[in-house]
């Protein structure tokens, strides 16, 4: 691989049959800052997204994960042209959506739909639940067969909610249950991608599954592509047939599931999966690697020179500070399994000898618990 044109098409889904839906190349949002008095003027920006690559496939589920206040969710809505890009393009079936306007973007606002994160704020109190999933019907002019309202009934019964409910208000419904309107008002349009913003982070964990269980089964069922951004490494892999790494508004790491959950590359893969709870099964505790970072993620108003996880990094050296690693194939990797490293590491998730801990403070501390266990006498 000898330039960088050959990489969008390796970011693709694994199976070369399937077409590619939507393609996204260095899509990039600064939000402004202001400053000053009596004029104010712009004094710096936050990088919240910055050159992120993405294919997401027809029918397939990408997931897109990271920490808190990484980008992933800015990503989700400049996808959606809910935000407007600083730079970057958007693709969608082969048609550059990046800056289209809002008549350009009609015919495709029905195909490119959204779950929001929280289902009591993004679903409008004063409105029957009927009325809320009509609302995109009557936006674009779509009369299904059979009317409005028997197509809402059918949604109501097909996200498991009594088509009896057509009339009721949201504040009648829990958490689960509205996040399940919400679906329903997403897929009222038969769009062809859904973009899922950490749908199941604010319901209750007994809820959780059966609302991932219903995505899957909407997801096979309809062929329905989603890009479902979630902190969850769990419920990502348990939905995703990709997914995408995201640190600090930059995509580190991109690889089929396996790849990624058994085989990462990025020092940053890895400390997300050395966090992830797992209960022991056949005494095979310990037999995970362990790493805990220092500090928390650098501020998107003036991220890190280089490679932006260098500052967190046990590996970092000075070319990381000097070069920003790009994304591409490594050698050792499958294909379509992209990462942004200098130095990457084994592609494995054994425990090694000794746990990373970066944190000087808890160095010390485990130290000082060791000894003091050492130093106390054996009891009888």
Known sequence: ????????????????????LLEVQGLTKHFPIY??????????????????????????????????????????????????????????????????????????????????????????PRQTVGSIIKSPMEVNGIEPEGGQEKKVRELLELVGLNPEHYNR???????????????????ALNPKLIVADEPVSALDVSIQAQV?????????????????????????????QRVAVMYLGKVVEVGDRDSIYNRPRHPYTHALLSAVPEVAVDDEAGDKERIRLYGDVPSPISPPSGC??????????????????PLL???????????ACHFPEDPTT?????????????????KDTADDAESKPAKD
Not at 216 to 240: N, P
Not at 308 to 325: I, L, M, N, V
Not at 329 to 339: E, V, W
């Open 1 to 20: 691989m000898s330039d960088n044109l050959t990489l969008p098409a390796q970011q693709g889904p694994t199976d070369s049959s399937t077409e590619t």
């Open 35 to 124: 400053g000053g008095f009596p004029i104010k003027r712009k004094v710096g920006a936050v990088q919240a997204v910055d050159g992120v690559d993405l294919t997401v496939g027809v029918g397939e589920s990408v997931g897109l994960v990271g920490e808190s206040g990484c980008g992933k969710s800015t990503t989700g809505r400049l996808i959606t042209r809910l935000l407007e890009p600083t730079a970057g393009k958007i693709s969608y079936m082969g048609q550059d959506i990046t800056h289209a306007s809002r008549r350009q973007l009609a015919p495709v606002r029905s195909e490119i739909q959204m779950i929001f994160q929280d289902p009591y704020s993004s679903l409008n």
């Open 169 to 187: 208000f949201p504040h009648e419904f829990s958490g689960g249950q509205r996040q399940r309107i919400g679906v329903a008002r997403a897929l």
């Open 212 to 240: 991932v269980n219903l995505l899957q089964k909407v997801q096979q069922e309809l062929g329905i592509a989603f890009l479902f951004i979630a902190h969850d490494l769990a419920i990502v892999r348990h939905f995703s």
């Open 308 to 325: 932006r996880f260098r500052t967190r990094c046990w590996k970092a050296q000075d070319k990381c500070a000097s070069e920003e690693p």
């Open 329 to 339: 194939q490594i050698s050792g990797n499958r294909d379509g399994h992209l990462t």
């Open 350 to 366: 054994e425990a090694r000898a000794e746990d990373v801990v970066l944190d000087p403070a808890l160095k010390a501390l485990e």
